[in-house]
């Protein structure tokens, strides 16, 4: 019964993943969609081309270092990699 009640009190509020939002995700997980570039002021600007429009880019973080920068890349790309495993559905770690 506390299965039954967790099932459906759950489900009502997860929200739904949509094939859009994947999509987006993929785009997002995908190195070669981002670009770095340099501001008038020094920083480094972390850059994503829109999905819609190729001659479109969207800013996303600003960062000191073009180190930084990358590491700002690589670590948005690990987390929409992760979104993206998430829909898979859960990994069995053991069974018994």
Do not use: C
Request: a neutral charge.
């Amino acid at each position: 019964m506390t299965y039954y009640y967790y099932k459906t009190s759950t489900s009502s509020t997860e929200p739904r993943i949509t094939e859009d939002k994947i999509a987006e995700w993929e785009h997002l997980a995908n190195k070669k969609n981002w670009r770095i570039t340099q501001l008038p002021n020094g920083y480094y600007q972390t850059e994503v081309v829109s999905r819609a429009n190729a001659d479109h880019w969207h800013d996303i973080t600003r960062r000191e270092t073009v180190e930084g920068a990358e590491a700002a890349i690589d670590g948005s790309i690990e987390h929409f990699a992760k979104k993206l495993d998430y829909v898979k559905g859960p990994k069995v770690i053991k069974t018994f």
